[in-house]
């Protein structure tokens, strides 16, 4: 397989040590594991399986309060005639973040079953020698650089909003400790949300115990909220490394109607291979259809509010968190679309290569395959927001443009 045979050199140097399976999920299983959810059910200390366990309840507990109150607060100023309109756009949007992230969760568990038989789909026909790895490009497929850049950003962008209230709180505190002294400041107790929660927070414990509810309220919901996204990522790249396997393979064989029979088995082998790669791509659907539209609709909330936003506030502290809060959430709707796109591409490139290879010089029934082949391939494997939308490039395009479109309307009525 001359064609099949050729690598980057990055793949082929024998120095660079190959991925394997775990290597790609990885990601996705450390993000889960950190807030006590084990995905993969693997053999741990009793210790700390109980640890995670009655850290995701605490944590759990935490984002169900916060949320109720913030639900609660949102409701009581949109109610009044006398609002801070900066306040209440902070609200919303944090309103809004709880419930799709929770939404999430909640699909992302219910469809564990179906998402756990993809799981272990792809480690079945992962490939497991070096020499297949490369031959696979494994390496060249493993997370891009720029997606784990995009993602750890996310994270460090979100742990920034988190605690810049507590930092703030510290720097105001050591000002005016150096103006008026040690006994006189007094410590701002700066929250995470600006409500009032059902005891008063503005003493030493108290305070701990807020602040330390609110960092696991946010670290739950952007765990939540990201780690489908993530797990989404993660199967994606692996199926489009077996389309694209599976494209170059077929466009470098050469069959002879002379070898009946090895063309058979080459044939049969692929359409078998090809079809299971279908299946996944089926099972993607069904598992992250919901997922897909509930990204979609907060995507579309995150922008709408971050325009009113911009339109009508001064620079500050949430003004910067907002900003910094915006371009991760476009980043993390575009790295979707991209696979998106990416899935689209690899599954036509199959039916692409049973074209342009030689089949002209095979058997009747080879022909046959390579025709089954071709007819399988015209429905495309791609990413869809329950049946409302193909998530692709296309997709991003419109929503950025949509988004434009309503905030210059925004503008123009609105100043």
């Keep these: 397989l001359k064609s099949v045979n050729k690598m980057s050199p990055k793949s082929a140097n024998p120095l660079v040590a190959q991925k394997d399976f775990q290597d790609f999920c990885n990601l996705p299983n450390v993000l889960l594991s950190r807030i006590g959810y084990d995905f993969q059910n693997k053999p741990r200390p009793i210790w700390l399986v109980v640890l995670g366990k009655c850290y995701f309840l605490f944590a759990s507990i935490s984002h169900l309060y916060i949320f109720m109150y913030i639900a609660k607060a949102t409701y009581s100023m949109i109610i009044s005639a006398d609002f801070e309109l900066s306040l209440l756009l902070r609200l919303i949007s944090g309103f809004n973040y709880a419930v799709f992230s929770t939404a999430k969760f909640i699909t992302f568990h219910w469809h564990r079953k179906e998402l756990k038989f993809i799981y272990e789909t792809l480690k079945e026909i992962f490939p497991k020698t070096r020499k297949e790895k490369l031959i696979y490009r494994v390496r060249d497929n493993f997370w891009p650089k720029w997606i784990l850049f995009i993602v750890y950003f996310y994270l460090g962008a979100v742990a920034f909003i988190a605690t810049s209230p507590l930092m703030e709180g510290i720097v105001l505190y050591l000002g005016n400790v150096s103006k008026v002294g040690w006994r006189r400041a007094e410590f701002g107790y700066f929250k995470l949300y600006e409500i009032e929660y059902s005891f008063d927070h503005r003493s030493a414990f108290s305070y701990l115990i807020t602040y330390s509810m609110e960092l696991m309220h946010a670290h739950i919901m952007v765990t939540c909220n990201i780690c489908a996204d993530v797990w989404l990522l993660c199967l ?176 123009e009525t609105m100043l």
């Design 236 to 411: 994606a790249l692996q199926l489009c490394m077996h389309f694209d396997y599976v494209a170059r393979t077929l466009e470098a064989y050469e069959p002879d109607e002379k070898e009946f029979v090895k063309d058979q088995e080459f044939i049969a082998e692929l359409i078998k291979r090809h079809q299971i790669l279908l299946n996944i791509g089926d099972g993607l659907h069904s598992v992250f259809g919901v997922l897909l539209l509930l990204v979609l609709m907060a995507t579309a909330a995150t922008l709408c509010c971050a325009g009113i936003y911009a339109i009508t506030q001064d620079l500050g502290r949430e003004f910067i968190e907002y900003a910094a809060f915006l371009p991760i959430t476009i980043g993390q709707y575009y790295l979707i679309c991209f696979y998106g796109q990416q899935l689209i591409i690899r599954s036509n490139s199959v039916a692409d290569a049973a074209y342009n290879h030689s089949w002209y010089n095979g058997s009747k029934s080879y022909k046959k395959s390579i025709f089954i082949i071709i007819m399988r391939s015209q429905k495309e494997v791609e990413l869809n927001a329950l049946g409302l939308q193909p998530i692709c490039l296309e997709a991003f395009k419109m929503l950025m443009g949509a988004t434009y479109r309503v905030f210059a309307l925004m503008k």
